[in-house]
């Protein structure tokens, strides 16, 4: 599986406040950014996969989401995560 608990808990430890705070809006985000990087690459190579091309754009609303959520609340912590991710905007 491309999503280890071992990935997670390095996610949430690099963007969130620890390791086990899942719920963090910032380390939900990389999370998000992370499996969105993944589906991407998958539908690449499988073009006619359209459950997971609907999966992924419901992704990504729910980063956009989240990030509207952040930049309304702390301006300064939403730069700094788009700008760590690469997350265009």
Known sequence: MYLTTEKKKEIFKQYGQSETDTGSTEGQIALFTYRI???????????????????????VGKRRRLLDYLKANDIEKYRIL???LGIRK
């Open 82 to 84: 788009i700008k760590d």
């Open 37 to 59: 990087q993944h589906l991407t690459e998958h539908l690449k190579n499988n073009r006619k996969d359209f459950n997971t091309e609907r999966s992924l754009v419901r992704l």
